[in-house]
Structure formats: structure tokens, C-alpha cells
């Protein structure tokens, strides 16, 4: 088999041990051709395309290395139409399906968030073979317990919270930490029980500032005159919007919760506050053992796909077992914090203030 391979989206923890595996696995263990695709499917608009052929010197030491060795893009949907111009008619679109038969790629795995996998979804619609690997820090893919990335930034916020505690019981202050997670709060909520924060404000339930007040008033009645606020950026105070920071290029990114929070507490408790942004820090760097273990399994869970003919569906980890779901099964929304989530729930039973 040709086999292509893509990393697509915001780059994670992890990607690195995906691309290793299925080489390991498809090239040197099985004999089968694997093309490395870069930047997405942006390497299969340009001609000559950006491709490489990837064998065993090429995976080799990139096992707990950061980033993506192809490279990726968030930006350039090839589907992006012209008002009124029909997607078969897509020039770029039809530039990726062009390149997949003059290749000769039997299938393309493709390693993504939601946007990429919706862009894959639209490829197999034009008869392309694919299959899905999820990975994204905010782990909130629908079908998935984990995806890749996740478990290193649970780590990195983590460590910050720890860090922030020490200094924020010396100076008596409200530490605000502000971390990644758009439409769910799976990064703060793990992390801010993991380092003992006493607020964890998240996107799913709108907070109330009064609800967070009673919480360091009773903190300080027992002594304690600081306290660690966690925020995920997607979190919103009830009957607000969300807050965002609009870029140079008009492109708007969430961002500046933790600031707008760190403010009002000050002002209305009193106390000095502080705010770190973790931003990008939880995307860079080593992936942890969870995640290099995670995605060699994904790894090979596809390369076992593409020689069964199992196109057209996404691996996901549900349940501590391995499945292949199809791609509507993953497509409906983002996996948010239910009401009766375990996490949740126990975070509550001890006593960490959600906002309400
Ligand atoms: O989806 C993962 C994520 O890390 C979000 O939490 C964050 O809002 C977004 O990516 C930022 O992406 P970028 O800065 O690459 O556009």
C-alpha cells in the first residue's frame, strides 16, 4: 500500500509519536510505502507538492519530541468557496484530490482537531480514503475519552498551579491562571484538581463573582489569606459573552478571561491579584509517557485500518479500548463537561468553588 500522512490544526504533544508509529509499523515492520505530507493538506495544493518518503531514519529520535516533523497549518480550508461557487468546482480541493490519484496513496491518515477532520470528512465525500486520528489539548472531541495532547497539558498547567501556590500564599494574593480549553474545561478542571486550586471557572457553566467571593471569604476565615483561581479561556461570567483578543490580521482568538477575572476580585475582595497566561506553553514541548503511549496506539490502530479497508472513520480511545467510529459520530459539537462528570463532582465534593 502508498499510505499518505498529515498533521493538520494546532499542533499538540504527541503528533510526533503518531507519525513514528505508523512508520515503525507500516514501512519497516510491514513493508508498505508511507508519503509524509506537510503543512497539512496545504502540501498537496502547491505544485510540486510538498511531500517526503518516510522510512525508519526519518522516525528515528522523534518518539517525546514536540511539535510535528510535517509541519501543519491552521489556516487555507481548501472547501473555502467563492460566494456562489460550487465545491466541485473548488480549485484547491480539487488541486488535493488531483494530487491523491496522481500519486497513487491508497489512503491518507489524517492526524487532527475538529477543523481538520471536518475538512477531511469533505474529501471522503469526494472519494478519497481516510481515516481520522483526533488529537487536540482541549480533549473534547465527541466519542473520545482521550485525545493526544491532552494528558502533557494537564501536566504543564499542573506544575504552573503548583508554582503559583507557593507564591501566592507568600504575598497574600489571588492568583489567576489562565489556561487553554475553548469550548470545554477538561485542561482546567484535570489540572486545578491535580494542583489544588480552590477556584476552577469553566466554559460549561457560566460564573457568578459572588459565588467565587464566599469562597476566599472562607478561606480567610480559617487563615488562609490567598487563593489559585484556574480559568479556561472559553469560561464566561453569567450573562456575559466570552472574551476575545482580536489579531493584526482581524482574526479573533479567545483570550483575556484571566485578567478581566484577576481585576474584579481584586476589586471586590480586596486582596492583590496577579495573572499568568500559560497560552502556547501547553502546546509546546515534550508530550508526556500518556501521550507517546496513546499515540503509538492510535498510530497502529490506523496503519491495522488502512490494510483492513476501514476507511472513512476516526480511531478514538472510549472506554480504555480502541474503536473506529465513523466521521458523523465525531462530527455534531464538542465533548463538554456533562453535569453528572466524575471529575466535576469530585472537585465539588471537596470543597473547589465552580463559579455558582
Ligand atoms: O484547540 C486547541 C487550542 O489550543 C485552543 O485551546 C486554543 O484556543 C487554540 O488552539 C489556539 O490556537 P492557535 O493560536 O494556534 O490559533
Redesign the pocket.
Known sequence: MKIGLSTGG?DCPGLNSVIRAIVRYASATLGHEVVGIEDSFNGLMVRPYKIRPLGLKDVSGILNRGGTILGTS?SGNPFKLKPGQDPKTCEKSQKVVEAYHELGLDCVIVIG?DGTQRIANQFIQLGLNIIGIPK???NDLINADFTTGFETAVEVASEAIIRLQSTAESHDRIMVLEV???HAGHIALHSGIASGAHVILLPEIPFNYNAILAKIEERRKLGHHYSVVVVA?GAHEEGQDKIYQVRPSGKR??GGIGQVVADKLSEISGSDSRITVLG?I??GGEPCPRDRILGTLYGVKAVDMALNGDFAKVVVMRAHKLQAVTYESISNGYRQLESNDMYLNAAEAIGVCVGR
Open positions: 494546532g491552521n482537531g487536540t489539548i482541549d487553554m480549553g475553548r479561556e482568538n479567545l502556547h501547553q502546546r
